[in-house]
């Protein structure tokens, strides 16, 4: 599961943003929402971890298993983008941990493995009656 350190530096990158962001209503609501999608993220992975550690393979499984990790990258990626840009300009210090997880996220989420176009590909491919 290549996506799964991603979802875990998406935690990360919530955790340090809480850390310097002030109480506010909208501060509430990216928390909530931040929350909900690496929460959301780690669900997925955890079942086609489960479905891998369980099943026989198939190819619809195997295509499932990648449109949800791409999906988790995504979300990981989303989730990053709208906490470093609410997070104003103390974020560019290249030793701040948000721009870090957000760098490491933004760069992780590039590889092939989790190109999301490439996923949903396979997925439609391995849904079409044979």
């Known amino acids: ?12 990158a919530l955790d340090a943003w809480r850390a310097a962001a002030p109480p506010h209503p909208d501060t509430e609501r990216l928390l909530a929402e931040s929350s909900a999608r690496i929460d959301a993220a780690r ?3 955890e079942r086609a971890a489960r479905t891998a550690d369980r099943t026989a393979p198939t190819p619809l499984l195997t295509a499932r298993g990648r449109r949800d990790a791409a ?3 995504a979300w990981s990626v989303a989730t990053a983008d709208g906490l470093f840009h609410a997070s104003g300009a ?9 721009q870090r997880h957000w760098r490491d996220i ?4 590039t590889h092939h493995a989790l190109n999301a176009r490439a996923a949903a590909a396979a997925y439609a491919e391995a849904l079409a009656p044979s």
């Open 43 to 45: 669900l997925l992975l």
């Open 106 to 109: 933004t760069t992780a989420a």
């Open 1 to 12: 599961m290549f996506a799964m350190p991603i979802v875990g530096a998406a935690q990360g």
């Open 71 to 73: 999906t988790a990258a």
């Open 90 to 98: 103390r974020v560019h210090h290249p030793h701040d941990p948000l």
